[in-house]
């Protein structure tokens, strides 16, 4: 069996931020370009998708109208070699909701939502990507066995482009609480 039998030619070969940008949106779902090589994600379950879309709900309305929460697109993090991530959960300038690609200096928050799969990816690779990428804020959220999220926030130093832990929160996910460490930041 070659490697064409499991996957098509495109999947082995780098590709260009224009490539991309020529697929189309049925083609970008679940997948994000690494280096210029695209990476399959698998789907995320129901709990996943409850947890990141309760997130964006309650971000969105603690942000206010300059900013927008959602869940699901693409975040161009540099073209060459080209680095697209898709976030479980975004905080971007309201008013760049039309531009493509999404860029990082539109962004203030990423959120993404640890999965079986994706735990060395979201704890570290991911991590450090935002970062370098000038993403002020970064949130990982662990899905404990009791049911009850954890969010651990990182806020971002400028000088070293390294995140620092923030404070860690536990509990149901209203609108004024995990938000609250933006705010108090005064960067929204």
């Not at 804020?137 to 969010?151: K, L, N, S």
Request: aromatic fraction near 8%; proline fraction near 6%.
């Amino acid at each position: 069996m070659t490697a064409e039998m499991v996957a098509p030619a495109w999947m082995h070969t780098q590709i260009s931020a224009e490539e991309y940008d020529s697929w189309s949106e049925e083609q970008c779902t679940g997948i994000e370009i690494v280096d210029g090589m695209v990476v399959v994600s698998p789907s995320a379950s129901k709990r996943h998708n409850r947890l990141a879309r309760i997130l964006a709900n309650a971000l969105d309305t603690a942000a206010g109208p300059g900013w927008n929460a959602d869940t699901d697109f693409d975040v161009r993090l540099q073209d060459v070699p080209l680095n697209n991530r898709r976030p479980d959960v975004i905080v971007y300038q309201a008013d760049t909701i039309d531009l493509t690609p999404t860029r990082p200096e539109h962004v203030l928050l990423v959120a993404e939502v640890v999965s079986p799969g994706s735990e060395t990816t979201d704890r570290i690779v991911k991590v450090d990507q935002y970062a370098k990428a000038g993403i002020p804020f970064y949130w990982r959220i662990e899905q404990a066995a009791t049911g009850v999220p954890i969010i651990y926030t990182y806020v971002l130093d400028p000088a070293t482009s390294v995140y620092r832990e923030g404070e860690m929160f536990t509990g149901v996910i209203k609108a004024a609480v995990p938000f609250s460490v933006a705010v108090d930041l005064g960067v929204i």
